[in-house]
């Protein structure tokens, strides 16, 4: 930063040079921004962090003018204020910082050498940096009789080399807010502790990696990637697992991938991951990998090459084509792809085949959420960036459990809770966040209408209602009024399992919050009325006028990578790339005028209704990119008995998966480390995918893929690179119009992106998409599941993830993920173990009218009796096999979160 030359603003002084001040900055932020980042050294200082000061490495002196007495004080935790003169290279300085290493070092064992961090140690560049050479004190003897603990699945903990910084601490506390380490002890007896001084393994660790990243010195580390290993290359990427859409820094050493860490820059997540960002990357190179494509010879499966595989597939579609027609092809693509092989999936299916048969896996998780906002707002997708979680007052959490799903995301929820925010969790599982809540609202699954129409009629009779904001920016409020007004309060706490005390003091506190904040997840949308949910949690924000600034709005928290970036590109058999309705004549267009042909006219069909034409005989053929249908999608018999009545199934995968197992054509396809693209994250965030290794011997990106079949069946598309296929996406997308591969940068761009690359952090700031925001009234209506099999199947199953693992698991199982978590659990309340003869460890009959498993119980006291709750993420349960055909009333998002079922006891726990 340039000095000042004349002083007229607020200004401090550094070494005799004027520079001006932020408000509430320390001196240590000070100068590292006016002079450099290196000139005050540290040990305990890590930015993300409260200061603390526990080594005083970055002391300084300071004067109140510039020939006036100075004081020494740690620069860390002391505001600069105006006028004050900072000397941060005194000979005095440089004196006690070098007697402060060397106290440091006496503890501490001398094998620098040989040391895992070596080359890549804080601790020994400071040492370097004041000119340490010498130790006159002793030899670490107090640390070096501590025992490494190498009981962790991805970290080791060597306290002999521990410098009690505390910064191991604070990032567990701070950041991820899991409180799992601690200081014991005094004097050359403390040291860290992990729960009540637990083997690290043993610990209620999350894995996420923070204390490792923040570690000085070898203390925690990682324990299958060493921070010493010097790497040929480091490239930034975006993860490939959940909706947060995490910034990595790969490091690439013979062309192998070494390790995984998040830069501190990132403005997504600040330097932070959770285990499977950081740790869970090693399937990328499984020998379970796909690496050759395979074509189906009666019930087996023969090699052939990519020329042999395309020939065999453009033959079978085009006879497909000829003798049923371009409707009885169909195309599921996938949220785990990027923006750009979405595109290509369904121009392929559109342009190429000439159907608009195409949709992707945001049909069974999150189209309730993207009609139901369009609904309200005009605009399907999160209206506020995550980073405004620190300026909300109050968060409502309904049907998520994002320290789980969206860890980093819930990490600051969490963080923020923790500080004084109001959190309302409506969720039928007590999860950490339930834990942590002010207002727990345990609903039975199944009732979010109820709950939600209870809240917004206490707001309406509680006179506060935005009156405001509802008059100048909403419509239909009168009419919604008056039928809220009329529910039973009384029958619909009842009906949802909540007192209406509670249910309105919940309403109240997010009423009367200034800035108020609401997520939600899948057990929102995955119900037969999960998109009017959503619109009802429209209403909610906009009945308070939470919408259109910072810390308010509507935020769903995206199940996969890529399921926003899947449905902005047209995956969806009813609108087209950029939620253009492909039935109205318009858009056909468009379209056409874009692609170089003919729309089709014809209505597509949903993923369900694919099946349904499947077993029905009149849908011949699915390519499926990506995707595990046979394991997750709902009602697994029924998904097989589509599949296998296909005449043509083709399947793009990197592993042999439950889906694959039924293809007639494999192709081998990379995974997010191997392919240059871009995803796009749950707060709209367009960022770059960069290939980090080229794809295993004998597989290629998807792109290529998709390119290579359109080129072989007649279509003319340029080769893939993901700078040109922005630009024709930018040509057809009207919210990414000011996309370009250059301006995306590390940090991405949120849309819509206006051309010149500005883009919008926050959505409905002055007008909603659709004019004025959309107030919607429904009466709850009670799920066809339990009206038709409750008789039966007393228990209501409900659904979700763990942290550990990523839907089917497909990814994550075949990494060290799988030595934390090997199996899906099913959750029992004790009154009802106890009912069923059910211990914690039995093997039990789980089963329903449409098929059953045998599943591993646990009695727990995180569901109400008469519910039941399990993951679905390991094959060998196949948990979908007792799921439903039940459906969203207005998107055909499948019912995974109440399935009518019981339980039965089938064999004790193995003893141990």
């Not at 014991?184 to 637990?198: A, H, Q, V």
């Not at 379970?288 to 010879?297: A, G």
């Not at 005009?378 to 968060?395: F, H």
């Amino acid at each position: 930063m340039k000095a000042l030359d004349n002083i007229e603003v607020a200004a401090a002084y550094v070494d005799g040079k004027a520079f001006e001040i932020t408000p509430g900055e320390t001196i240590l932020n000070f100068t590292k921004r006016t002079i450099g980042e290196k000139q005050v050294p540290t040990l305990c200082d890590d930015p993300r962090l409260k200061p603390y000061g526990a080594c005083r490495v970055c002391s300084v002196e300071v004067a109140l003018k510039a020939d006036g007495p100075v004081k020494t004080i740690a620069s860390c935790h002391t505001p600069v204020t105006a006028g004050m003169h900072v000397f941060t290279q005194t000979d005095s300085l440089q004196k006690l910082r070098k007697n402060i290493i060397e106290l440091v070092i006496s503890d501490h064992p001398l094998d620098c050498l040989t040391c895992e961090v070596n080359g890549n140690c804080q601790l020994q560049d400071v040492a370097a940096d004041v000119g340490l050479r010498d130790v006159r004190y002793g030899n670490g003897d107090n640390h070096l009789s501590r025992e490494k603990d190498s009981s962790h699945a991805y970290m080791r903990m060597d306290l002999a080399k521990c410098i009690n910084c505390a910064r191991c601490v604070r990032a567990c506390d701070e950041i991820q807010g899991s409180f799992v380490l601690g200081m014991e002890g005094r004097g050359f007896e403390s040291k860290i502790i992990k729960d009540n001084d637990l083997l690290f393994g043993d610990s209620s660790c999350v894995s996420c990696g923070a204390c490792a990243e923040t570690c000085p010195t070898a203390a925690i580390t990682d324990r299958f990637q060493s921070k010493a290993l010097q790497a040929d290359n480091t490239v930034r990427t975006t993860c490939s697992y959940c909706g947060v859409g995490c910034n990595l820094e790969v490091s690439v050493r013979n062309n192998e991938v070494q390790s995984i860490r998040a830069p501190w820059d990132a403005e997504v997540n600040q330097g932070h991951t959770c285990l499977k960002g950081r740790y869970a990357f090693r399937f990328y190179n499984h020998p379970d990998r796909l690496r050759t494509p395979l074509i189906r010879q009666g019930s087996k499966f023969v090699e052939a090459t990519w020329d042999e595989a395309y020939d065999f597939i453009a033959n079978k579609l085009e006879k497909i084509s000829k003798n049923n027609g371009p409707d009885s092809i169909a195309g599921i693509s996938s949220s785990r792809c990027t923006n750009e092989e979405n595109y290509l999936m369904q121009k392929f299916i559109r342009a190429v085949i000439g159907t608009n048969n195409i949709d992707c896996c945001a049909r069974v998780c999150h189209s309730p959420t993207a009609w139901g906002m369009q609904q309200s707002f005009g605009t399907g997708a999160a209206t506020n960036s995550i980073e405004d979680i620190k300026y909300t007052d109050c968060m409502v959490v309904i049907g998520a459990n994002p320290t789980a799903a969206h860890p980093v995301t819930g990490a600051k929820i969490k963080q923020q809770a923790m500080a004084g925010s109001t959190l309302i969790v409506i969720d039928p599982v007590k999860t950490e966040l339930a834990e942590l809540a002010d207002y727990h609202l345990q609903l039975r699954p199944g009732t979010n209408v109820a709950m939600l129409n209870l809240m917004l009629h206490f707001i309406v009779t509680e006179g506060l209602a935005d009156e405001q904001f509802v008059k100048t920016r909403c419509e239909d409020y009168d009419l919604f009024k008056k039928q809220i007004l009329n529910i039973d309060v009384e029958a619909m706490a009842e009906v949802a399992g909540v007192s209406a005390d509670l249910a309105k003091e919940a309403a109240l506190a997010y009423a009367n919050a200034n800035n108020a904040m609401s997520f939600h997840g899948l057990g929102v949308t995955e119900h037969s009325q999960g998109a009017k949910t959503v619109m009802l949690i429209a209403n909610l924000a906009m009945i308070t006028g939470n919408i259109g600034r910072a810390g308010v709005g509507v935020n769903p928290l995206r199940g996969q990578n890529n399921v926003q970036g899947a449905a902005d590109m047209g995956c969806q058999p009813h609108q087209g790339a950029g939620y253009l309705e492909v039935m109205e004549k318009e858009t056909q267009d468009y379209y056409a005028n874009a692609y170089g042909v003919a729309s089709p006219t014809t209505e597509g069909k949903k993923i369900p209704e694919m099946f349904d034409a499947a077993i029905a005989g009149d849908l011949k053929a699915i390519w499926i990119m990506g995707e595990d249908v046979a394991q997750t999608d709902p009602n697994t018999a029924h998904v097989i008995k589509a599949l296998t009545n296909l005449d043509l199934l083709v399947v793009q995968e990197i592993f042999f998966t439950e889906t694959a197992k039924l293809a007639d054509v494999i192709l081998p396809g990379a995974s997010f480390l191997e392919k240059n693209g871009t995803f796009t994250n749950g707060e709209r965030r367009i960022q770059r995918v960069q290939a980090v290794v080229p794809p295993l011997s004998g597989s290629k990106a998807d792109g290529d893929i998709m390119v290579e079949i359109m080129n072989r069946m007649g279509y003319q598309q340029p080769a893939y690179a993901p700078g040109t296929m922005l630009e024709e996406i930018s040509r057809v997308v009207p919210f990414f119009a000011g996309v370009t591969w250059q301006n995306l940068g590390d940090h991405g761009l949120q849309w819509p992106v206006l051309k010149g690359g500005v883009d919008t952090k926050i959505l409905h700031s002055k007008d909603f998409k659709r004019g004025k925001g959309k107030f919607h009234y429904f009466d709850f209506e009670e799920t066809t599941e339990l009206l038709d099999n409750a008789a039966s199947f007393p228990f209501i199953l409900t659904t979700g993830r763990n942290l550990e693992h990523y839907n089917a698991g497909t990814m994550t199982r075949r990494t060290h993920n799988a030595a934390i978590v090997d199996k899906d659990i099913l959750l029992i309340n004790p009154k009802d173990a106890k009912a069923k003869g059910i211990h914690t460890g039995d093997a039990a009959r789980l089963f329903s009218d449409r098929g059953e498993v045998e599943i591993i119980v646990e009695v727990s006291k995180k569901i109400k009796p008469g519910v039941l709750f399990t993951t679905f993420h390991f094959p060998e349960f196949m948990v979908n096999n007792v799921t439903s055909n039940v459906v969203d009333s207005e998107t055909m998002c499948p019912e995974y979160k109440v399935v009518a079922v019981d339980v039965e006891r089938l064999a004790a726990r193995k003893s141990a």
